[in-house]
């Protein structure tokens, strides 16, 4: 059962700022291990502005940001990653001049428990296909993939996804599914911002809706169809 699982984020109160604007106005968030959460809204609604403060990477923060209970919000994004947390930002920043195995292998082993070359290629069998392509040659499904992998391959058990299949062909996105269901099966705690619903709905467990940098409605899985009225309205879905 759910709450007999530990919280591996606990986001309390959080407020963001970029230079003078005021962008998150006092989110609430519990992540349990294991979990995938899924943060819903229209864009400029807060979701990426949310998973960019839980590391750290906006102007200035304030409220609580709890890892498997230490308090991060006074971290500096490299000490946050280093307590488990891999982040996957939106333009993925794969390095063009490096091949796609120099990629992968580019970020240092943080922890104990992340997933080797093996793992990785066998999982993604693109990437192994494409591994001594240039960066630049690899299509934005596998870049995308390729994002995702060298996180998963740093010990990071907590993986915070940025609008991971915006862009990209219908078979990119099952393939991406796929991947997010193998993670879970292996232990991984997942938080995505997703423009796609489709995608979203069957993998999350939970999910949080967004609406001017604050939470306005939060449920499970098995809610889901009970809600839908309300996400055609708040998102047109």
């Not at 494409?130 to 960066?135: F, V």
Request: a negative charge.
């Amino acid at each position: 059962m759910l709450e007999t699982k530990k919280a591996v984020l606990e986001v309390t109160n959080l407020h963001a700022y970029y230079g003078e604007s005021h962008v998150l106005h006092g989110v609430n968030m519990l992540v349990h291990e294991g979990e995938v959460v899924t943060l819903l809204g229209r864009n400029g609604s807060g979701r990426s502005t949310t998973l960019k403060s839980i590391m750290g990477l906006v102007d200035r923060r304030t409220g609580s940001v709890g890892v498997k209970g230490q308090e991060c919000i006074h971290l500096s994004p490299h000490l946050i990653a280093q307590l488990g947390l891999g982040f996957c930002p939106e333009e993925r920043g794969i390095f063009s001049s490096l091949s796609c195995e120099e990629n992968l292998l580019l970020p240092p082993i943080l922890k104990e428990g992340g997933l080797s070359l093996e793992d990785i290629y066998s999982m993604f069998p693109n990437l192994w296909e494409r591994r001594s392509s240039p960066g630049t040659r690899l299509s934005g499904g596998e870049q995308q993939m390729l994002a995702v992998a060298r996180i998963v391959r740093t010990g990071a058990k907590l993986l915070l996804l940025d609008e991971i299949s915006e862009g990209l062909a219908p078979v990119i996105v099952q393939a991406l599914s796929q991947m997010i269901t193998a993670l879970r099966k292996k232990g991984f705690t997942i938080v995505m911002v997703e423009q796609n619903f489709r995608f979203a709905a069957p993998l999350a467990d939970r999910f949080y809706v967004m609406e001017h940098g604050q939470i306005i409605e939060t449920f499970s899985q098995s809610q889901l169809s009970d809600k839908m009225e309300m996400l055609h309205e708040f998102l047109g879905v």
